[in-house]
């Protein structure tokens, strides 16, 4: 009895495992497959395989406005203020982090008419540290000059930009202020087209006017600058007015060139973000006018669309190579549970569509 | 509501500010860690009577753990795709050779042609780029240095702190090709570059390497200033001299009667030599003065020294990587379990 129980089991087990075996040994064999080739593809992203390939990178140059308007603090983090220029650096510092290797940022400062290039371009992976604490060490005190002449410093930075790299883009961290207060007749004009140069004129500050602190030798506040100290030569060059008819009605523009005749002088010792003018920039140049009211923000601008600069660039391998050992790991799961309902629908799904696709 | 707690819990757990995550959408893979718990119909022998088979809680623990090693499969995979990192990480590395801070000289006089002798067609190159060729030599040769860089004209400009960089020093030599502006500021230039070395520990060598055509002078405050500094730095003084066309050797004293203020370069020169520290003057004429300069610098030494480097993000997935390796070793040694063929 025990004996004939044994022997009819094994002949159904057997008929099962042939009628099983038929297409199960195929898909047995693609369970192996899988199962092998997820080990196989982690075993390689253990080496950390990397290899030349052309990518999305970002060629920056950082320019930051370090004239005294930048010292004023009105940001504010977490309750302490913080002057303009400490926000700009830190802005540029987090960029830095945020920017993907093989990506190039070159470095300047602005202050008079010009802009001095610090560094040319460089890997932005390798030389961090540097990079890093050359913005970190970016001072007011740099400032060969105090004048600011902010349309020429801008224009300044867009020549030197095409020399620095083909697709380099701009990012000018500025408030702004224009001091002296200058003749708008006598502005430059932009040379370029607008769009040569792609990027960003960063509005730093608030649109309310601060006073401009005066700092130590130990960054302490150690006053404010006044009216009367203000620079008075706002009007340089021709008299506007030029009839005499005007000048006996009161007008004396010509012999008060030197003087503050317009008021363009009243508030010259506050500073507060000018956008109107820096939009005015931003539309004669081509670049966008973004205002700053967190550091974080920038870095989002500088990999923004449309910032892109595709080169050879080393590229890490390990995702490449993650995602088919996920999509392998998937097959050999949806393998191993082929008894599943719901693995039963898939398939018919699959094959389904399949069929009416022949 | 919601969304403020995840806010909260992500801002005490100073994402962003100290790690973060490069992609994320490799985040919606992560429920894919449920399907080995909740598919049935595992591949199997067929068995007439299972319920007759006595429970196997060795079986049962060998499944969970094929289970568990599936979802820490996905999961970890999920994680490192979304390639996490931690934020302003320090390296520590190790210093050996003098530290050498350059300092150079931009101002306008620099634009001005150096004095050579010889062909006419040579002889009006800038002092500027006689000073960039001269500083290339120099940054390329003894790799053991840490190298930094200080530019000035009316005020000075760090230009590439003090670092083993040699690149970014070359780069920010390049930057230079500009040109040169305002005036001759050699004390603050000299003072910026001194001040790098305050507040560490004298470990060794320290050399200012100052180029410049030396039309400065110095009032006496800052004479004594400059003097009491290079005194606490123990920095000694190297000056590439780049010689203008109306410039003076240093080599030979000054004539009897010439007034020592018509020569500002001289009365720099003779006030170097009262710093009390080691001080040699290179006068750049040829390429042998400059390689002596070279030469000397280099025989400089130091005590190792251990300073930490920031780098840019430390990546994390490696990790997840690895463990996500773990789990397929896991899964191979479990499949190595499973039984092939039916044994009766």
Partial sequence: MRLRFSEAWRAVVKGLVGGWSGQGSRLYAWRKACLIATFVLLTIILFRPHLMLPNRVYDWYFVVDITQSMNVPDYQVAGKSISRLQIAKQSIRKTLSALPCGSRVALGMFTERNVVNVVEPVEVCAHFAALDQTVASMDWRMAWAADSFIAHGLYNALEQAPELGKQIRVMFFTDGQQAPPANPKYMPGYAGKPGDVQGYLVGMGKPVASKIPKLDEKNAVSGYWEQEEVQRFGNFGMAETLSVLAMEQGQHDRNAGHGPGTDLLNNAHLSALDEQNLQRLANTTGLNYVRLEQSAQSSSWATGLGMTAWRWADTDLRPWLAVPAIVCWLLYLLLTFSGSRWVKWLARRWSGIRLRSH | ?344
């Fill in chain 2, 1 to 344: 509501m919601w969304e403020e707690g995840a806010q909260t819990v992500l801002l005490a757990s100073g994402f962003n500010e100290h790690w973060g995550l490069t992609d994320f959408w490799p985040l919606l893979l992560l429920p894919l860690a449920v399907l080995p718990w909740v598919l049935r119909g595992q591949m199997n022998f067929p068995h007439p009577a299972l319920q007759g088979l006595p429970a196997d809680p060795l079986s049962a623990w060998l499944d969970r753990l094929w289970k568990m090693a599936l979802s820490l499969l996905i999961l970890a995979l999920s994680l490192a795709l979304t390639g996490p990192y931690l934020k302003s990480q320090y390296v520590e590395k190790i210093g050996r050779g003098a530290h050498v801070m350059i300092v150079l000289d931009r101002s306008a006089s620099m634009n001005e042609p150096f004095v050579k002798k010889g062909d006419d067609a040579q002889a009006r190159v800038p002092k500027m780029e006689v000073a960039r060729k001269v500083l290339k030599t120099l940054v390329a040769q003894g790799h053991d240095d840490l190298m930094g860089m200080v530019t000035f004209s009316t005020s000075p400009i760090l230009a590439a702190p003090l670092g083993n960089d040699r690149e970014f020093v070359q780069a920010a030599l390049d930057a230079t090709e500009a040109g040169g502006m305002g005036f001759t500021a050699v004390a603050r230039g000299l003072g910026m570059a001194l001040d790098y070395f305050a507040d560490q520990p004298v470990t060794g060598a320290r050399a200012m390497v100052l180029v410049s055509d030396g039309g400065a002078h110095l009032d006496g405050k800052t004479q004594d200033m400059l003097r009491a500094m290079f005194m606490r730095q123990k920095a000694s003084l190297y000056w590439i001299y780049l010689r203008s066309e109306s410039g003076v050797s240093l080599k030979q004293s000054l004539a009897e009667g010439e007034n020592i203020d018509a020569y500002p370069e001289y009365a720099l020169h003779e006030y170097f030599q009262t710093l009390n520290v080691p001080y040699r003057v290179y006068e750049a004429e040829n390429p042998q003065a400059v390689m002596a300069a070279v030469r000397d610098i280099s025989t400089l030494k130091n005590k190792p020294t251990r300073y930490l480097e920031p780098v840019s993000r430390q990546d994390l997935s490696q990790y997840a990587y690895g463990l996500a390796w773990l789990a397929a070793v896991c899964l191979i040694c479990l499949y190595a379990l499973e039984l092939k063929r039916w044994q009766a």
